[in-house]
């Protein structure tokens, strides 16, 4: 079992920065992707950006060269450095922890609010 948990989220003005944090414990000896989703009301949660263990990396087209993810495979950690915010980027961000054998465990959410 994996134990999932976000932080990081808050209220940003538009143009602002914020980056989030996603901390994996456990049985994390099997860990491979590592993945940040969001959800605004209303909507489907979408992937945003995910990283595998050896570094390969994917961003949705909304969030490329604004977005980035990194990963402390020591520390079982994963980052979003969200930079230039806009307010469509206000939704509950989400980290999902999947494993080589098809396992998937998510975090509780974090809340990214970016106003005007």
């Known amino acids: 079992q994996l134990h999932v948990v976000e932080s990081g989220g808050g209220l940003v003005q538009a143009g602002g920065s914020l980056r989030l944090s996603c901390a994996a414990s456990?049985?994390?000896?099997?860990?491979?992707?590592m993945a940040w989703y969001r959800q605004a009301p209303g909507k489907q949660r979408d992937m945003v950006a995910a990283v595998t263990r050896d570094g390969s990396t994917n961003y949705a087209d909304s969030v490329k060269d604004r977005f980035t993810i990194s990963r402390d495979n020591a520390k079982n950690t994963v980052y979003l450095q969200m930079n230039s915010l806009k307010l469509e980027d206000t939704a509950l961000y989400y980290c999902?922890?999947?494993?080589?054998?098809?396992?998937?465990?998510w975090g509780q959410g974090t809340q990214v609010t970016v106003s005007s």
């Open positions: 456990g049985i994390i000896s099997s860990i491979n992707t």
């Open positions: 999902r922890v999947t494993n080589y054998y098809g396992g998937s465990w």
